[in-house]
């Protein structure tokens, strides 16, 4: 190796270091950042109490993250990669030859993080999301569509092995119609848009209720919610044909 080498190799190394460093930084802002959520809520986010806590500057955040949207964007980004990886673990645990076991189990492992991440659910899932975070390029909507993703390749899994009932569209409401259309669209997925339609049902029937739940919005009538949430996992199974009925063990 000459003296130019040698010199471009020192000052590769320099350059990795400080983005090792800049990377471990932003790293320790987000988990900052969620402590304070989880200790405070989502108002307890600012730039100034972060940078506090940090011992650092508003300003010094600014270097690592350009606006708090993108900053909020970022923490929840690591969210839907945690949540997602956690759905994952309950899918991979159930039977792999059985679509319709994974995805009883893959929504079982959801509620089970939703229940005990609730100030983190609900900043992901009942909190507006700011413009600049909706952009196909933001770090936040990149992370959704991958935890979107995953519940909808395992529909796709099961409607390949074993095509469940759907609704002819043409009976549908035409905005309902069409927004299904764009959608099926939009994902790129196999699933013809009857199916997609069918997907759609259970997944806001799910989330609502989960929502609902994080929320505690639903003390009014039940102490224990998780019969509840059992009887919604058997409506949409139902839906898929697919037995929703609880196994030892699980």
Request: with cysteine; hydrophobic share 40%.
């Amino acid at each position: 190796m000459d003296g130019q080498q040698r010199e471009a190799a020192v000052e590769q190394t320099a350059i990795d270091r400080r983005q090792r460093q800049r990377e471990a930084t932003q790293a320790e802002i987000r988990q900052t950042a969620r402590q304070l959520l989880v200790e405070s809520g989502p108002e307890a986010m600012s730039v100034s109490a972060i940078a506090r806590r940090m011992g650092l500057s508003g300003p010094a955040i600014y270097r690592y993250y350009g606006s708090h949207e993108a900053l909020i964007g970022a923490v929840i980004a690591d969210l839907f990669k945690e949540v997602t990886e956690a759905i994952e673990r309950a899918r991979d645990a159930a039977e792999p030859d059985s679509p319709g076991e994974r995805l009883l189990a893959m929504s079982r492992g959801l509620r089970t993080w939703a229940t005990s991440q609730t100030v983190e659910f609900r900043l992901l899932f009942a909190a507006p999301i700011p413009e600049a975070n909706r952009r196909a390029d933001s770090e936040r909507q990149q992370a959704g569509e991958e935890f979107d993703q995953v519940f909808l390749r395992e529909i796709e899994r099961l409607w390949a092995e074993r095509p469940f009932p759907v609704p002819d569209l043409d009976g549908l409401d035409p905005a309902l119609r069409s927004q299904v259309l764009a959608y099926t669209q939009r994902k790129r997925t196999t699933l013809p848009p009857e199916a997609v339609q069918v997907f759609l049902t259970c997944w806001t029937r799910l989330y609502g209720l989960l929502v609902m739940e994080a929320l505690d919005q639903l003390s009014f009538a039940y102490s224990d919610t998780e019969p509840v949430f059992e009887a919604c996992l058997a409506d949409i199974s139902g839906l898929l044909g697919i037995d929703g009925r609880r196994q030892p063990g699980q």
